[in-house]
């Protein structure tokens, strides 16, 4: 009984860790290499891009997904308005944060 829970514990932190530390998982290297070998022309070029692009597609790919099949509902609602509401707060002040530390007025 007691291992049961300390499992679905354990379980429960594993899946909000990868939720919070978002990483390139093989779906995601699939569809940025689109399945082209290591060492060929295409395959290096597609790697190089994917360095910095799996970023923003893991990220996507985590959290909508989870807002469109992990939950249902008003929860569905809820977490895909804070995800919005959040990321786009957070670009604005990023946005407003470049203008300030290059000396430029802030954006209205």
């Known amino acids: 009984m007691i291992q049961d ?4 514990l354990s379980e ?9 530390f978002v990483e390139p ?3 995601i290297r699939a569809i940025t ?7 060929s022309i295409l395959g290096e070029i597609l790697r190089s891009t994917a360095l910095f692009k799996s970023f923003p597609a893991s990220m996507i790919a985590t959290h909508l997904w989870r807002g469109a099949f992990g939950l249902d509902g008003l ?4 977490y895909l308005s804070e995800l919005l509401l959040g990321l786009t707060v957070f670009g604005a ?11 430029k007025d802030p954006r209205t």
Do not use: Y
């Not at 829970?5 to 679905?8: I, L, T, V």
């Open 75 to 78: 929860s569905r609602a809820r």
């Open 25 to 27: 998982d093989a779906r």
């Open 12 to 20: 429960m932190m594993q899946t909000e860790m990868r939720m919070a």
């Open 93 to 103: 002040a990023s946005v407003q944060a470049r203008h300030l530390i290059k000396g």
């Open 33 to 39: 290499t689109q399945g082209q070998k290591r060492g």
């Open 5 to 8: 829970a300390s499992n679905k």
